[in-house]
């Protein structure tokens, strides 16, 4: 030790430090008063040497240790009558001084805190304080090693860091049984028990090891090591280490395993375990158990076949609620939060093939983590479940061409690849026609087995990292399967046009319906929105006032209207958009058949 | 005349670099040495190793007739150091500087610090961040002589000073060395700063002492043959470098030189560059 160099070293660094312990002792104060919360006795403590202490050891390394040769005066002190080791020592065990007096100071002010409330032994206390001094010991001889390596301690925090994150993210190792971090984990917290002897000798034998490491870079060489260290970066070295790191992190990312969320008990209602999926369905009245097993049979003969066809390697239960009350065309589905599996409400008559045509639907959502939703694969994810749903049935089947044939404008690839706006605009009913009908065409042009390894291609299990950037898109795919997007809308509307001319005679029963919707002043509720519809003896109104980020509008609120006038019952500032729908019962359709979709403009100004 | 240092085939190597190779010289005590070389010659380690930052991978170190292997702490105490850059810590002033020093050197001389720092005109409360580079050297030369060493190390101390900054501190080096009596090895690649100051020459090149003598003492050995055939150096003579070549005074003053040859002294600064261009032969330093 020198004296005259412990001096310079308070004077030098005094202030700088001061500021940190000051900061230190406010972060100890938040995580005591935190942790009094939640309960442990040396809780607070351990958060406090987790988070401060590396910061702490970070920042005396740099001063006492960093400085001296970035700043060049290391040199200077060479060329005084001070050994060069004698001066590394002063200045190892100063720092490792303070990050003890550090651990002592915060000890003592945790088991002051504690001791208000608790009764702990002071054996307890006694190991607890063990911990945080090893705890800090090992971290202050890290730190000073990072510290000699210069220009590359930075690097060295972080790969110790991102080790440690793959440890508990790949490795499954527990936070607490980390070396030297287990010194923290719950017996200290809990001020229970000493850690095993074995976790001090591994601690001890790392801060040995650091410090070692450290004396001989401070020393190799005459000094030239650390000298040679501590020249600033260059470019291609900066390069190198963001690039280095940014690769073992994605590669950390990639071999991290998802967490597999338990699929949800099926405890009530009918129940069919297919090969793949079990499906219940709680009969209600009007609902019989028959029937209920019906529906759970077909769910699951669509998902098992479904998941054969595109090798999905998913098995989530299905439960479907019938519900007296509900609208025919409602149809939904319950967020599960942890659990996986597929949960539907829907109303006692719904539709058969809607229902199984959800279920699909969510089932290759799922299955391909929302990607099958993707604008530029939707209308194939909507016409494979409905394809999917409808198989083997041909009355249904022309229902739905009946539904596709129903839309008489044009629609281009652009549309088509623009699903949410045009299936907004057409509709579920409608939609859902033309998306089976584009499913269909592509399965006459391509053969059913190439458009289901298509499906198979485009709706995959995709990975949940950074390799998801390479993905092969649809148009790729289909391009490699002979058929582009231009050539499938053109397939489409010639089957359009052929079912049109099937059905003629239906369409033609079809009442004619005008619809318009517009909004004018109002001096009581700024701007009132107001839907006519003729042709129609009653209809239903669904509106959403939509912020700037809104693209789906989701579930809307209704309002059924009988005769032609409908003002809608929302207050719409000024300036704002609402989404207006007008949806007539269509009997030739079999369903509620959207008239009118329009976003609206609410001025800024009243007109 | 004993040796203040002596210096005795010292290697050092730096990685597959020979710094030094086979450096072998002798500085009387009391005098002034001039320690020339080119950029890269090995000048600076030379004076690396006298202070013990730098460890010789081979050879002796004699100090005051004191033979060791690597210098001591103990040892330094009794050298003053002068560095081509002074790296002092910028927050502190000259006076502060003095203290943080004098705690190292049992010998340091408070009066006599503050007598040169008077003397100097040190600035002795601003801090170093903000003397200009004159007065930082002139700060590292008060911190080199307060603890009254009797060897002074100074390593190319005024490169980088304005030629009256350079002259002051030369001239004060050799005040300071007459006062005291004290050894100065004086280590440059000017020559007529070297010549102006040393009482005593030695050329490094390529990590080994070429030649070493007083100054006016090289100029007898080391002359220029004009003749108007090419001449072969006769026994007794080697040849320097092209048309210069060394021998003993005696030989220049025996020898004999055909019709129409014509022998010139030269001034230190053809003598150094005829030993420090890199492609001189080899020659023994007499």
Redesign the interface.
Known sequence: M???LL??EAH?HGAVLAATFLIALAALYVLLQAASWTGGRFVGLARYLLTIAPLLGLVLANRLLVREYT???Q??L??????RARAFVTKWLLGCALMLLTAVLAWLASWEFVRRSEVIDAAGARAALLCAATFCLTVWSFAALAGMLGRYRYIVWGAVALALLIATDVGGIAFFDLPVITLLGPAMQMAVATPKRLAFVVALAIAAGCAAGAAALALAG???MASTLARRMTAREVVFAVVALLAVATVAFTLEPKPVRPPFDLIEGERFDGKWVSVGVRPAAAFDSAAALALAKDIANDADSLIDALRLDVHPPVYVLPQRGLDREVMQRAALGEADGIVLKVAVDAPRENVRMLVLHSLVSDATLDRAMKDDRHVLLDGLASYWALRGDEHARELWWLRAAAVDEPLPKERLLAWSETSERLGDCKALGVAFGVFDALAARVGLDAALALSREIFTKPPDDARVLFERRPAAALAAAGVDWDRLAADAAAARDAARERHAADLARRPAVTASVAWHASAARGAAIETTLTGAPRYAAYYRVLSPWTTDAGDMPRLDVIGTHGVLPLSAPRAARVLAVLEVDDPVLDCANRVLAERLQVADRAR | MDDAIRLTDLEVR?GRVRALDGLSLAVPRGEIYGFLGRNGAGKTTTL?VL?G???ADGGTIELNGKPMKRVS??T??GIG?V?Q???????MTPRQLGR??A???PSWDDAEFERLLRVLDIPADRRTGQLSGGTRTKVGLALALAPRPPLLLLDEPTTGLDPVARREFDDWVVAMAAERGITVFLSSHHVDEVEAVATRVGIIQAGRARIEGRVDDLRRRVRRVRALEPLEPPPGFARVRGDVWQADPEAWDAAVWPEGAAVDTLPLEEIFLAFARTDAPAAAAA
């Open positions: 020198s004296l005259a001096r310079k030098e700043g060049r005066t040199f200077f060479e060329t005084l009558p001070i050994g005459s000094g030239a | 730096y690396r202070m930052i730098v460890r702490v103990a330094k105490r150091y560095s850059e002074q790296s002092f810590y910028p927050w943080f020093v705690a190292f050197y």
